[in-house]
């Protein structure tokens, strides 16, 4: 089954799952080799009720037609700023229930484990990635809530379609992580 309705927004179980999949589909309408992009994730009606005049800028005016969650794109991540020393720098105001981060990595297969040359830098490592034959590219958007909900979805270069995406809570573990730390103190 799809995740996409015939009309176009995605279809899903929960609100985060939707959330996910609607920045999803967002980033592959910007094709690949784009930098990481961070979206806050707002409670919608909470916006229609305290923010009406963004809610209708957004399009968010008719309450049976939005999703429970609205993605809201951040400014742009500072250029060459490692993901984990900028996430940790990061505070939400109240009004973000939750925020979601879609990032491009490339990816091995756990069979491509044994073969990783010891005492590798994250240079080299990540030069002996992208030359190894069996990498994979994908895109992953990670999202939480405040309350420690999780989802994500991976999307495969080589199997770029909607009908493709893998959705799971635990599928990117370390990134949930560090997203969720972005709500603490």
Same mark, same amino acid.
């Given at each position: 089954?799809s995740?996409?309705?015939?009309?176009?927004?995605?279809?899903a179980?929960?609100?985060?799952?939707?959330?996910? &999949?609607?920045?999803d589909?967002?980033?592959?309408?910007?094709?690949?080799?784009?930098?990481?992009?961070?979206?806050?994730?707002?409670?919608?009606?909470?916006? #229609?009720?305290?923010? =009406?005049?963004? +809610?209708?800028?957004?399009?968010?005016?008719d309450?049976?037609?939005?999703?429970? &969650?609205?993605p %809201?794109?951040?400014?742009?991540?500072?250029?060459? +700023?490692? @993901?984990?020393?900028? &996430?940790?720098? %990061?505070?939400?105001?109240?009004?973000?229930?939750?925020?979601?981060?879609t990032?491009?990595?490339?990816?091995? =297969?756990?069979?491509?484990?044994?073969?990783? =040359?010891?005492?590798?830098?994250q240079?080299? &490592?990540? #030069?002996?990635?992208?030359?190894?034959?069996?990498?994979?590219?994908?895109?992953?958007?990670?999202?939480? @809530? #405040?309350?420690?909900?999780r989802?994500?979805?991976? #999307?495969?270069?080589?199997?770029?379609?909607p009908?493709?995406?893998?959705?799971?809570?635990?599928?990117?573990?370390? @990134?949930?992580?560090?997203?969720?730390?972005?709500?603490?103190?």
């Amino acid at each position: 089954m799809s995740n996409v309705s015939s009309d176009g927004p995605p279809m899903a179980a929960s609100p985060l799952t939707r959330a996910v &999949l609607e920045i999803d589909q967002y980033a592959s309408t910007l094709g690949w080799d784009q930098p990481a992009r961070l979206f806050a994730l707002v409670d919608t009606a909470r916006m #229609r009720a305290e923010e =009406p005049e963004m +809610a209708t800028q957004l399009g968010l005016d008719d309450a049976e037609a939005t999703a429970p &969650l609205t993605p %809201i794109e951040q400014d742009e991540l500072p250029a060459g +700023a490692a @993901l984990d020393e900028f &996430l940790a720098t %990061i505070a939400w105001p109240d009004a973000v229930v939750g925020c979601a981060l879609t990032v491009e990595r490339l990816m091995l =297969p756990p069979s491509a484990e044994g073969a990783v =040359p010891d005492a590798l830098d994250q240079a080299a &490592l990540a #030069r002996w990635v992208a030359d190894h034959p069996e990498r994979r590219e994908v895109r992953m958007t990670v999202a939480v @809530l #405040r309350d420690g909900a999780r989802e994500s979805a991976v #999307r495969l270069r080589e199997k770029d379609s909607p009908t493709e995406v893998l959705t799971g809570a635990d599928l990117v573990p370390n @990134l949930a992580e560090a997203l969720s730390a972005t709500f603490e103190g």
